[in-house]
């Protein structure tokens, strides 16, 4: 199941009814969380108009995103600066297919995280934050993971955040519930079987960093 749990992005016209909705999100909730505090909160968001305005708040994060990949960056990573206009990439118009679908997708789930529950141990580090999102991103991969056991495939995406407070207003959402992701839901127009990783060697060492690989045993 996780090695064919792929990004799809693109679905039949197929309707997935609420049982299987349900369904999905009463396995997903067995996803830990720091403490089991299980700050998530899902928005089923089925008003095509607002779903378009989500599209819509997307466009500047993945125009910046897509002028830094052409540069041959690595995009919106906070450690390398980037030699992008950032301002005048953001204002680009893109062409999306994928954005354009939201509006008619199957399912749009949103999934923000109240950071009123969440224990950051990382918050006082001189970096970019990362523990909080470990108290959600379990339950949103669960939530990929259940919907590929009923045959239905989706994607993580998380553009969304690069306006998170014009996204919380469109959907009510108090300022510390944080846009954690967006995951489109449906029947895939193709199933793929062989995704692209890196092998554990290849990102495993042994007692340090600088350590051996970590080998497969020979058997
Ligand atoms: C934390 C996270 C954020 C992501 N954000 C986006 C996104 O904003 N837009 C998007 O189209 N895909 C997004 N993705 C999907 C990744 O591009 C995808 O999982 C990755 O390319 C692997 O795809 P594959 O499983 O089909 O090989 C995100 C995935 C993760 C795990």
Not at 18 to 32: G, M, Q, S, T
Not at 38 to 43: E, N
Not at 54 to 72: E, H, K, N
């Amino acid at each position: 199941m996780m090695r064919t749990t792929f990004a799809c992005r693109q679905f039949t016209d197929e309707l997935v009814p609420d049982d299987v909705i349900y369904r999905i999100l009463d396995c997903a909730r067995f996803a830990p969380s720091g403490g089991n505090r299980q700050g998530q909160h899902v928005i089923v968001v089925r008003d095509p108009q607002v779903r378009a305005g989500l599209a819509d708040l997307c466009r500047p994060t993945m125009a910046v995103y897509m002028a830094q990949v052409q540069r041959g960056e690595s995009p919106w990573n906070t450690i390398v600066p980037s030699t992008v206009d950032v301002d005048a990439a953001s204002r680009r118009a893109i062409d999306s297919p994928f954005l354009d679908s939201f509006a008619d997708l199957p399912v749009l789930l949103v999934v923000a995280l109240d950071l009123a529950f969440v224990a950051s141990f990382d918050r006082y580090q001189n970096r970019v934050g990362v523990i909080s999102g470990a108290s959600v991103y379990p339950f949103v991969q669960n939530i990929l993971l259940a919907a590929r056991n009923e045959g239905y495939g989706g994607v993580i995406t998380t553009f969304l955040a690069g306006k998170e407070p014009q996204a919380q207003e469109l959907l009510g959402l108090p300022p510390h519930l944080a846009v954690a992701a967006m995951v489109p839901l449906g029947r895939p127009v193709r199933q793929l079987t062989k995704l692209r990783r890196r092998r554990v060697e290849q990102f495993t060492t042994i007692d340090r960093y600088d350590g051996p690989p970590l080998h497969r045993p020979k058997s």
